[in-house]
């Protein structure tokens, strides 16, 4: 049983500097959500895609962060012109297409730091 | 918009010790309740959920939570604690009325005590 996957676990950055994360999905789930954790804090909604469609975004989502996911599979996070306060857990999660079922699945987080 | 409030910061409980974190919400429609736990070094797990019917969940490691309605709330409840229950726990709410998220409290740490 694979889980979500996400790539890299940690990522130490300085301020200006682009990145870039990946996640990997429980296979077949077409749903997939992107949160952002601070410490102290519980995670915070960052964007939605049902298959390859971007569907929702925060308002936290600004400028500087794009996410995609091409084939309806894997998808990427990437910020550009990092900033210190950028620096938290950035969490994928996916779940299934079935109807009604809302359960979210997360996998283990890429740590970032900005210097 | 919606909001999930845990009141609980940290909660230090000594091991056989009954457990119940606080969880409200704030949305008036049809919504999807959850807690998740993060021990320590891993990942968010869902611990239980409710969708529909029955108020009172049952969990995993015996873990539940009842859903009450009229008072916005969704309890977590453990009738006797252990080490290993050390942990942090997070409500969440999904409201299909809204954006399709969840909607996370701020958390409650759990530190059982052997």
């Known amino acids: 049983d694979t889980g979500v996957s996400q790539d890299p676990r940690h990522k130490i950055t300085k301020r200006g500097q682009n990145v870039t994360f990946r996640c990997d999905p429980i296979s077949e789930h077409n749903r997939l959500y992107w949160y952002r954790q601070t410490l102290g804090q519980g995670p915070e909604f960052l964007t939605y895609?049902?298959?390859?469609?971007?569907?929702?975004k925060s308002r936290l989502l600004s400028d500087r962060f794009s996410a995609e996911r091409p084939k309806g599979s894997f998808s990427t996070l990437e910020i550009q012109r990092t900033e210190q306060g950028d620096s938290a857990m950035y969490l994928c999660a996916s779940s299934p297409r079935l109807a009604g079922i809302y359960e979210q699945y997360f996998g283990p987080g890429t740590r970032l730091t900005v210097t | 918009a919606q909001s999930v409030s845990q009141h609980n910061h940290h909660v230090i409980l000594s091991e056989a010790a009954s457990l119940e974190l606080g969880c409200n919400y704030s949305y008036g429609g049809t919504v999807n309740l959850f807690w998740y736990v993060q021990y320590p070094g891993q990942h968010l797990q869902l611990l239980l959920k409710?969708?529909?019917?029955?108020?009172l969940v049952k969990g995993i490691k015996g873990f539940e939570a009842e859903f009450i309605k009229s008072k916005f709330s969704f309890n977590l409840r453990k009738p006797s604690v252990q080490w290993s229950d050390t942990a942090e726990y997070f409500c969440a709410v999904f409201s299909s009325g809204s954006a399709r998220q969840l909607t996370f409290g701020s958390g409650t740490q759990l530190t059982v005590l052997p």
């Open positions: 409710y969708f529909s019917g029955d108020p």
């Open positions: 895609f049902q298959n390859e469609a971007q569907l929702e």
